[in-house]
Nanobody, 125 residues
């Protein structure tokens, strides 16, 4: 059964760090572009970062550049999002998603076919 499971969210103070994990089952992550998205209360879903299937090219939203890092561990079939220097405006539910075959990075949400259930990140003092 194809599945994406996010973990690693939680409550952190401003300036703190978290590492989100996106564990895949039922398929190999390295054949697909994987994206991280987030939705804050009352806001539209936002693309945060992605990693391309073939060459590992990465992309980041301007709001997280220099603070977030996406990576992939093919042996563990898991994609990570390392989040440093967190700000209150990073508070959201974070989702990972698998792109359709051949999807580039970046790509809009409509280019992603499977989504995880999300993990809550709250940045607050």
């Amino acid at each position: 059964q194809l599945q994406l499971v996010e973990s690693g969210g939680g409550l952190v103070q401003p300036g703190g760090s978290l590492r989100l994990s996106c564990a895949a089952s039922g398929f190999s992550l390295d054949y697909y572009t994987i994206g991280w998205f987030r939705r804050a209360p009352g806001k539209e879903r936002e693309g945060v970062s992605c990693i391309h299937s073939s060459d590992g090219t990465t992309n980041y939203a301007d709001s997280v550049k220099g603070r977030f890092t996406i990576s992939r561990d093919n042996a563990k079939n898991t994609v990570y999002l390392q989040m440093n220097s967190l700000k209150p405006e990073d508070t959201a539910v974070y989702y990972c998603a698998r792109g359709w075959v051949g999807v580039l990075c970046p790509a809009p949400p409509s280019a992603y076919s499977y989504w995880g259930q999300g993990t809550q990140v709250t940045v607050s003092s």
